[in-house]
């Protein structure tokens, strides 16, 4: 006879220990807690009387991550004394608020949407199930992210579930949308492929933990590949390149490159125009889980992700690295039809993808987005593995879910949708006037969480960066080694200027029929192309164009999609 034991969620002894328990707890969890984090929480939880409770550290942790807040881009900036009048992301946003002109949502979703074309979706009608084309707007969604840490760990799941987590946030946009076109691109310290080193090529190290760069470019494409086309969806957009260098600097000699690297995932999609917006999540609206079960895959992705690599124990990291599973994702996303036919009778009132830190994050991001707060239940949750601790239940990070808010009287639409989708949910709670966070585990009879929204969310300490411009003196380049016939072989052999079939023909990229342009151009299908094109719908000559744009003059790139716009009609 199998027994399976439950373990109950336990406390941390801060009111006898004082601050060295939390900071036990957090080398003991790895939550990646800064100093005046770790104040913060003393200060909370004495208020409180009462001792905090692992979950609620983890949950802190996660939901405050720099991963999930973006504390870095958010902080204030003193330059050589000098107060910086806007954040790293004021002066993102800036553009949007000077130039608003054809954006519908930005900055302030799971993606961001622009105008599109008044097009005909082809869709069965909800009331008599007739297919026909219905003649709307299809606005455009765009988004990008990055998902460095897992693939530096475990390349295949890493970028897997990299295109996984940026495909569930397009969906996640307003109240659901449909994702149609990706693109996968990667940075990584130099290959070093055995029998073909190259003269610039120098083993340096790594740490243990993290693999090569040689095996991200190996196993991290096909995992992005697969999961795109897996899903239904196409890749038709990239980068690919490599960087590993000893520079002079301020500190002397260091060495740069990617051996943590940059693993980029974004993509287009399509949204109606009355599902551009959040609805109001309503006292009473049933919380739920969308999505398949619970299981012990995944945890502290949040908080390991926003550690520089090889701070954190290895057995954290290993743990960190999510597990994709593509075929129960599209029909979650596949909701989107049923969304379609229903139009203004649409269930969701509220959509966040879970990600990092699971329904850590996602639930306390979902109610506090809508202004609310939530009661929950352990419990409710689905799981795969009975014997998981209520942190583990609320923390781990398995792929391919939802959290949403619905109606009480829209449950028996939303259940019928879910039914025809073959999605499984679960109702784990409900939205409460008063903004606190509760979760009641009915099988030790306790509330492992119960705290006010405004600790975990509202009045977290804000960051300073106080820095100095340092100048360093570089070496002056040596040409004398070399002549025009090695640099410019030198120069073709590199893989940021190197052919990169090998990128673009590992997954189907016709996938949908409704891609115009993919990587490949000509009777030769070299792939060139400056951009890819996908048709608006089946019923006329409008459609996207997605390019990236790259500034290769500093080893430090950025990379963005630049335009995302319809084409002028034939």
């Known amino acids: 006879m199998l027994t399976i034991s439950r373990r109950r969620s336990p406390s941390v002894d801060l009111l006898g220990e004082g601050r060295q328990a939390l900071i036990d707890a957090n080398l003991r969890l790895g939550l990646a807690l800064?100093?005046?984090?770790?104040?913060?929480?003393?200060?909370?939880?004495?208020?409180?009387?009462?001792?905090?409770?692992?979950?609620?550290?983890?949950?802190?942790?996660?939901?405050?991550?720099?991963?999930?807040?973006?504390?870095?881009?958010?902080?204030?900036?003193?330059?050589?004394?000098e107060q910086q009048p806007k954040s790293l992301f004021k002066m993102?946003?800036?553009?949007?608020?000077?130039?608003?002109?054809?954006?519908?949502?930005?900055?302030?979703?799971?993606?961001?949407?622009?105008?599109g074309?008044?097009?005909?979706?082809?869709?069965?009608?909800?009331?008599?199930?007739?297919?026909?084309?219905?003649?709307?707007?299809?606005?455009?969604l765009m988004k990008v992210e990055t998902h460095n840490h897992p693939t530096a760990i475990s390349p295949w799941p890493g970028a897997a579930t990299g295109s996984g987590g940026e495909i569930r946030d397009e969906g996640a946009t307003g109240r659901g949308a449909k994702p149609k076109a990706g693109l996968v691109g990667f940075s990584v310290s130099n290959l070093r492929?055995?029998?073909?080193?190259?003269?610039?090529?120098?083993?340096?190290?790594?740490?243990?933990?993290?693999?090569?760069?040689l095996d991200i470019m190996t196993e991290g494409p096909l995992g992005g590949a697969a999961f795109n086309n897996e899903f239904g969806r196409p890749a038709l957009n990239g980068y690919f390149?490599?960087?590993?260098?000893?520079?002079?600097?301020?500190?002397?000699?260091?060495?740069?490159?990617?051996?943590?690297?940059?693993?980029?995932?974004?993509?287009?999609?399509?949204?109606?125009?009355e599902h551009v917006q959040k609805g109001e999540i309503t006292v009473g609206a049933k919380l739920i889980v969308l999505g398949g079960p619970a299981m012990n895959i995944g945890l502290g992705g949040g908080?390991?992700?926003?550690?520089?690599?090889?701070?954190?124990?290895?057995?954290?990291?290993?743990?960190?690295?999510?597990?994709?599973?593509?075929?129960?994702?599209?029909?979650?996303s596949g909701s989107d039809r049923p969304l379609l036919a229903v139009g203004d009778a649409n269930p969701i009132l509220f959509i966040h993808d879970v990600g990092a830190g699971g329904l850590s994050n996602a639930m306390p991001e979902l109610v506090s987005d809508g202004g609310r707060g939530g009661k929950f239940q352990l419990r409710d949750i689905l799981s795969d593995e009975p014997g998981m601790s209520p942190l583990e239940i609320w923390c781990?990070?398995?792929?391919?879910?939802?959290?949403?808010?619905?109606?009480?009287?829209?449950?028996?639409?939303?259940?019928e949708l879910c039914r025809r989708e073959r999605a499984p949910y679960a109702v784990i709670g409900e939205a409460t006037a008063e903004q606190h966070l509760s979760l009641s585990d009915s099988h030790f009879n306790d509330q492992p969480i119960d705290l006010p929204l405004d600790v975990l969310l509202g009045k977290t300490p804000k960051m300073t960066r106080d820095v100095q411009t340092l100048k360093a003196q570089g070496s002056a380049l040596d040409r004398q080694p070399i002549t025009l016939a090695d640099a410019v072989n030198r120069v073709l052999h590199l893989p940021t200027v190197a052919e990169k079939t090998f990128l673009v023909t590992i997954g189907d990229r016709t996938v949908t029929g409704m891609v115009a342009r993919d990587q490949m151009v000509g009777p030769w299908q070299i792939p060139v192309a400056n951009c890819a094109v996908t048709t608006a719908s089946l019923d006329s000559y409008y459609g996207e164009a997605m390019a990236m744009g790259e500034r290769a003059r500093s080893p430090c790139w950025t990379s963005r999609p630049l335009a995302v716009w319809r084409s002028a009609k034939r």
């Open 34 to 81: 800064a100093d005046d984090e770790i104040d913060y929480l003393q200060d909370a939880f004495t208020r409180l009387g009462r001792n905090p409770n692992d979950i609620e550290l983890y949950m802190f942790a996660q939901a405050n991550s720099e991963h999930c807040r973006h504390k870095i881009f958010n902080a204030d900036w003193i330059i050589d004394g």
């Open 92 to 115: 993102i946003k800036n553009t949007f608020e000077k130039t608003p002109d054809y954006v519908l949502s930005a900055y302030k979703d799971n993606a961001a949407v622009m105008e």
């Open 117 to 140: 074309s008044e097009v005909g979706r082809y869709f069965a009608d909800h009331q008599t199930g007739r297919y026909d084309f219905h003649q709307e707007p299809a606005h455009i």
């Open 193 to 213: 492929i055995p029998g073909f080193e190259q003269p610039w090529e120098e083993d340096f190290g790594k740490p243990d933990r993290i693999v090569t760069a």
């Open 241 to 273: 390149r490599t960087y590993e260098e000893k520079v002079t600097s301020h500190n002397g000699e260091e060495l740069r490159g990617y051996h943590k690297p940059i693993m980029l995932a974004g993509g287009i999609g399509n949204i109606r125009g």
């Open 303 to 332: 908080a390991a992700s926003s550690m520089a690599s090889g701070q954190s124990d290895a057995d954290l990291d290993f743990a960190s690295v999510q597990r994709d599973n593509p075929e129960n994702g599209a029909p979650l």
């Open 396 to 415: 781990n990070e398995s792929q391919e879910r939802y959290v949403l808010a619905v109606a009480p009287e829209q449950l028996p639409l939303f259940d």
